[in-house]
Structures are given as C-alpha cells and as structure tokens.
C-alpha cells in the first residue's frame, strides 16, 4: 500500500519561509503525479501545486512566485518550498499520490502550517 508521511510545518511569522517535505514509500516514485493539497479552517480543500515525473508543474493563482514545488525521484521525496508566507496560507498541508496507470489518489495525514503575527 502506498504511504505519505508529511513534515516540516509549524508556527512561522508573515513573510517568513518554510519547507514541507513528504516521504513516500512507494514502488515505483517516479510513476506517479505528486502534489501539495491544502485545507484551511472552514473552507474545501484546494490544489496548492502538482509535479510530473519529468518535472511538469502547475501552481494555484494565490501561491505563485512564492511556492516552489520539487521532488527527488532517487529519494521517493516531495518537496514544498515555501516563501514570504501570509496569514491566508494557513491550512493543514497534505501530500498527495496518483499513478499514471490508475485513478486512485493517495493521501498523507497532513501537516499544519500556520502564519500569524
């Protein structure tokens, strides 16, 4: 089965940074479209950012020029690089798994990031 393990949230202050990392343990890493979800308080959860295998990306309007997503395929790793941070970008972070050969999607426990002065 395939298992996500998010780290690398916590408390940071307006414009500060921060860098979420999510552990995959998955058979083959580099089949599969990664992403960053995110869920904030009383609101639906949204796509943050999605990362091919070759490196294809795409980010949602609010986050980009400030977040930047990546991925190790040798070390099964997804990463979210995340810059001049705003109280808006408060949310539960989840990582996120889909191969290219199914329709399911995987799902870590999610990570809090919270932004607040």
């Known amino acids: 089965q395939v298992q996500l393990v998010e780290s690398g949230g916590g408390l940071v202050q307006p414009g500060g940074s921060l860098r979420l990392s999510c552990a995959a343990s998955?058979?083959?890493?580099?089949?599969?479209?990664m992403g960053w979800y995110r869920q904030a308080p009383g609101k639906q959860r949204e796509l943050v950012a999605v990362?091919?295998?070759?490196?294809?990306?795409n980010y949602v309007d609010s986050v980009k020029g400030r977040f930047t997503i990546s991925r190790d395929n040798a070390k099964s790793t997804l990463y979210l690089h995340m810059n001049s941070l705003k109280p808006e970008d408060t949310a539960v972070y989840y990582c996120?798994?889909?191969?290219?050969?199914?329709?399911?999607?995987?799902w870590g426990l999610g990570t809090q990031v919270t932004v607040s002065s």
């Open positions: 996120n798994a889909h191969s290219y050969f199914g329709s399911e999607h995987y």
């Open positions: 998955i058979n083959i890493f580099s089949l599969y479209i």
């Open positions: 990362i091919t295998s070759g490196g294809s990306i």
